[in-house]
């Protein structure tokens, strides 16, 4: 009988019934704010502790006690409205009431487990400090307590992209798609691996969906850019990168890019310097070493370029086989 009261009590006190009545007590109490303020200290504290670090609804309960005392405030103005027949108080009351019943009970996107939001948020933070396989661990089991958690199968299948697990990728960027369409991130991973695996008609569909949903997707633009550069279209190509840059203008690979594209231009020299700028920064940098070596080639300088690609097979990690792959080809091609 007891859990009975209570399951039908929570139904009927639950936060989004406490804050309409809330809301009005805080209006009809206002003039007492002198004696109140410790109580609205408190709740000011705890509703932006809330905004500014929780967005799910299970963290919003510490304000259910001071509310309470503001929600009964309110009780007994609509009824002392009510009984004295004070037609504008009541309907204010009655229009604050439901203004703040609508964005209480306002539905929110709350993951299926927060565990799994918790590895989530620390499998990006591993990829940001370049630990590939502790992120890949981790976001695995954040899909293990969270199958349907978009957001992080489109963490994991980057990862995996990363650590040239394609198709492994692909299956979860595809799955993150069935349950979300509109993910842009999912449509731009899926696209870079698409690429990777040689299908560049899917590829390019792919980016041109997630530009289409985020114009201002640095990715999307950045991949899509490698394609019509491989396509020999570098105005094209370079027209992309520059998009990708407005986003993230300190990037060395879409600087990198961008550099690759005007010497694809036949701006060898303008390439040139702005590669020896980057590897200023970024000495080991593999994708900019070996194209820079690529243009010292064609600028009829084969000794730098020599050594230029070797340098960067020596700093490539495993995964980037297209850079170790150029760097290869152009050492056989100036040993001989």
Request: proline share 5%; glycine share 6%; charged share 25%.
């Amino acid at each position: 009988m007891r859990n009975r009261r209570s399951d039908a009590l929570a139904r009927v006190l639950h936060f989004g019934v406490i804050a309409p009545l809330a809301a009005v007590g805080l209006w009809s109490t206002r003039r007492y704010w002198r004696r109140l303020w410790v109580l609205y200290g408190i709740l000011l504290l705890s509703a932006s502790s809330v905004a500014a670090f929780f967005v799910l609804g299970r963290y919003r309960v510490p304000m259910i006690p001071t509310l309470l005392l503001f929600a009964a405030a309110g009780v007994v103005e609509m009824r002392s409205a009510l009984r004295d027949r004070r037609v504008p108080a009541l309907i204010g009351g009655l229009a604050l009431a439901t203004a703040a019943a609508v964005i209480s009970n306002w539905p929110l996107d709350e993951p299926h487990d927060p565990v799994a939001t918790t590895l989530y948020a620390v499998g990006n933070r591993l990829r940001d400090q370049d630990q590939p396989t502790e992120a890949l661990i981790v976001l695995e089991r954040a899909i293990e307590h969270a199958p349907d958690f978009y957001d992080a199968r489109v963490a994991l299948g980057h990862a995996l992209l990363e650590a040239g697990r394609r198709d492994e990728a692909i299956a979860h960027f595809r799955r993150a798609l069935l349950l979300n369409r509109m993910n842009a991130d999912a449509h731009s991973g899926l696209g870079a691996a698409l690429l990777a695996q040689g299908d560049r008609e899917a590829g390019i569909a792919e980016l041109r969906r997630a530009i289409e949903i985020e114009p201002s997707h640095s990715d999307a633009h950045n991949h899509l850019g490698n394609a019509l550069l491989d396509e020999a279209r570098p105005r094209e190509a370079l027209d992309h990168y520059e998009q990708a840059l407005q986003a993230r203008p300190h990037n060395v690979d879409i600087l990198s890019n961008i550099a690759t594209a005007q010497a694809s231009m036949g701006r060898l020299e303008q390439a040139l310097a702005a590669f020896d700028a980057l590897l200023e920064v970024t000495p080991a940098h593999a994708p900019t070493l070996v194209n820079r070596a690529l243009v010292l080639e064609a600028l009829g300088r084969p000794d730098e370029a020599l050594a230029g690609f070797r340098r960067a097979l020596a700093v490539s990690p495993a995964t980037e086989s297209d850079v170790e792959r150029v760097a290869r080809n152009g050492i056989q091609r100036l040993a001989r």
